[in-house]
Nanobody, 123 residues
Framework: QVQLVESGGGSVQAGGSLRLSCAVSGYTGSRYCLGWFRQAPGKGREGVAAIESDGSTSYADSVKGRFTISQDNAKNTLYLQMNSLKPEDTAMYYC?????????????????WGQGTQVTVSS
């Protein structure tokens, strides 16, 4: 059973930075996507950044140049470094894993989700 546990959310002023972490356990396959998604009140869940098993990354246009996704395989941890935060980045952030590669920013086919961590950016 795959488990994902996020941490690192909080409140920050616009222009500030946060780093989210996601501890991943239980997956033994060689192909996968690991992604960060967010959901603001009244909106659908959207892909923010994702990393594939071959190391390739993808980002939503709204966060390109500001957010960086990375993983530490030795620690089984996924990270999301968020810089130059904007009020519109305010949302609940989730990490997720799916046991297949490709289209990693799409919500579909993600089987496993963390509980979420809140990010609030004030102007």
């Amino acid at each position: 059973q795959v488990q994902l546990v996020e941490s690192g959310g909080g409140s920050v002023q616009a222009g500030g930075s946060l780093r989210l972490s996601c501890a991943v356990s239980g997956y033994t396959g060689s192909r996968y996507c690991l992604g960060w998604f967010r959901q603001a009140p009244g909106k659908g869940r959207e892909g923010v950044a994702a990393i594939e098993s071959d190391g390739s990354t993808s980002y939503a246009d709204s966060v390109k140049g500001r957010f960086t996704i990375s993983q530490d395989n030795a620690k089984n941890t996924l990270y999301l470094q968020m810089n130059s935060l904007k009020p519109e980045d305010t949302a609940m952030y989730y990490c997720a894993q799916k046991p297949r590669a490709g289209s990693c920013l799409r919500v579909v086919f993600y089987n496993y989700w963390g509980q979420g961590t809140q990010v609030t950016v004030s102007s």
